[in-house]
């Protein structure tokens, strides 16, 4: 799939601008409405449920916004209950006619990542009322991508500041249980130093290659080099940038230089199995090796993709483990031709030796997370090093965003 089917990094949006986004006009009216003169409060959603259906149709307007405010500090949107489930709540204005959820939650098929467009119908607390809810079991860390479809217009849950992008139908909200640590890597801090980035100026740099230099570089040291497949969306979506200089100030990796590469125009036949794209490969590191200060050998360069990039991160590594000796996979989408397995496999051929794995998928990923599992199998059968993580997440760019973190000190931890 492209990056433009994956989540993006969630940003904490507030504010009318944040609502405006959210195309959150029912919202606004109901934040209009004068509050009860005494604060209330609940002992839980259940409880505000119950006494929104026994109150008088005109009494619930101002019931709905009074729990508004007492959730907003007990927990906040969406819901998380103490039973594992979450509760999403779609304040309308009682003349929608159809109102649903689609998110990573339910896709179109096990063989598919892409979201039902039907999504799960949401009910009406009470008859000919404005308020809409669905209640959804997930596991206590499990963190998925989700929106709102109004009579057939999708539109962003306006009670949730966790916003992101990188998909068809735009702008996502972010669902994330409570044992789910949100990243602070992602964060830009005016204090952290930053690196340089910018784009080879080439002529033969077609599709687009973006160099990430790390602060304080210097030209006397030798460098580690990550390179990515969907270079921009790398940028755009998971923030790269941003992660390498947060781990680097923390410690938490060495300075790296990171190599992000653009996809080609046909993004599917670029990362499959493609020579044109090995080729292409080999030509951006010899460019990086000899004008940059860099650890010229399999060990010192890392390659990670994610879906169709992170098969061909596989393919680089199997074909040419003379340049990369480290991969990491996320929810590598591993379809491809049987026949490109079927040598190893069958123990024709073996991966090299040198190579190390690090690999994941989350379970919301239905055929990807079974894939990866099998590919963990096989690459420990054969006695290649392989670190797996598996999570309770959808195939976005906010599941790989996270994982950045671990996976980059699994290959490049900081060393004193």
Known sequence: MGTGVESAPHRRLVGVARLRRASAWPFLLLLSLPLPARAESFASFDDFASRYRAAGTDARGGLAASFLEWQKTHGGFPIAEGDGSAVLLYFGTGREKDVRVAGDFRTRQFFSVYWDERGEQMERLAPGGALFWKRLRLEPDARLDYKFIVDGEYRLDALNPHVGGGRPVGEVTELAMPGFRQPEEILQRAEVPKGALHALDEPWAH????????PGYDPSRRYPVVYTADGSGWIRFAGLPTVLDNLVAGRVI????????????????????????????ERVVEYVDAHYSTLKEPAGRLHIGTSAGGRAALHVGLERPNLF????????????????YEPYFTGKKRPDQRLRIWLSAGSYEGYIREDARTMEAYFRSVGVPTRAVYTHEGHNWGTWRHLTKEMLRYFFPYRD
């Open 207 to 214: 599709p687009k290659v973006q160099i990430y230099l790390p």
């Open 254 to 281: 060495r300075p790296v230089i990171a190599v992000m590469i653009d996809a080609a125009e046909d993004r599917s036949d670029w990362y499959f199995f493609n020579s044109s794209y090995l080729a292409y490969l």
């Open 325 to 340: 000796s480290n991969l990491g996979l996320f929810s590598a989408s591993l379809v491809g031709a049987p026949h490109y």
